[in-house]
């Protein structure tokens, strides 16, 4: 494993990137983009569209999944935020789409919950690269309307998987920048979390990986090593979603578990790993409301 380093989570630019005017319809679907010539055809978003970022992005370097320059990128959350409830944002990969409607389930009447980006059979924001392409395009809705979180649950990982120093540290300075965003998309003020604050975002570590595990690769380990020590950092909290299953599966490394979706166990789960993760993953967006609920009104 590299040795963590510190990397600058304030000196980006947040915000997403909005064209003026109102937002172009994408044909006669419910999404939009900020213009027209930004609607792009997305296989795997419910609406069969994207976006085209709003500035040039960068091809990824060889590091885990390749994203090309100007990818078309999935839509943001389906629904507006609501104006009764706390907004929740869940923005992760094909894992946390499998467990997304249990949390939501289980939270339904104390946080709506969504799921960025709009995706419920693909992988999901996928790569820290992608993440850096389309992350404007995933804090707001799919009719490009704004929407401030009120906890936001994220992670990066099963799309990285590429080791060695150089990419170990790419995902590390790709990661810090997309956790800046989101810290601003919800409303807070730039990292470190001040001592005596909450914070609103949290990261979701990766899940094992066994089919690299196995062969004594530890880039998952390596990579969640290195978020935790950011966290750590920046006063973020963590969900650990690794111990959750290897608590039910191990001892690490093992090659196959009844919550694994295929035999021997890869990526995915089924409905009964889901529920565990989701328990872990509802106990963590019930924390953070509570902390920053308790700081609203001490203020």
Known sequence: MIKPKAYCFCCFVVGAAVAAGAPAQCGTSTSFCPTAAQCCKQQYSP??????PSTDTQPSDGCGDAVAVNPCCKMGPAAPMSTTLPNCIILGDSVSIGYFPAVAAALK????????????SD????????????LDNYLVTQAQEAYTPDAVLFNFGLHDLSNGTR???????????????????????PLPVPAGAHSKIGFVLTTPFMPLRLLNNTVVEDMNALQVAACVRNNIPTVDLYAA????????????????????????????GEQLQAKAVVAAFRAILASTSNSDRKA
């Open 109 to 120: 009447d104390e946080c709506l919950v969504q799921h960025a980006p709009w995706d419920v």
């Open 167 to 189: 990419c170990e540290t790419e995902y590390a300075r790709q990661l810090a920048n997309i956790t800046a965003r989101l810290a601003a998309a919800a409303g807070m003020p």
């Open 245 to 272: 299953v290897a608590a039910h599966c191990g001892p690490v490394p093992y090659a196959d578990c009844d919550i694994c979706r295929a035999h021997p166990c890869s990526y995915h789960y089924n409905s009964d």
């Open 47 to 52: 609406s069969t569209f994207g976006c085209l």
């Open 123 to 134: 992988g999901g924001a996928g790569s820290t690269a992608a993440g850096l392409a389309c």
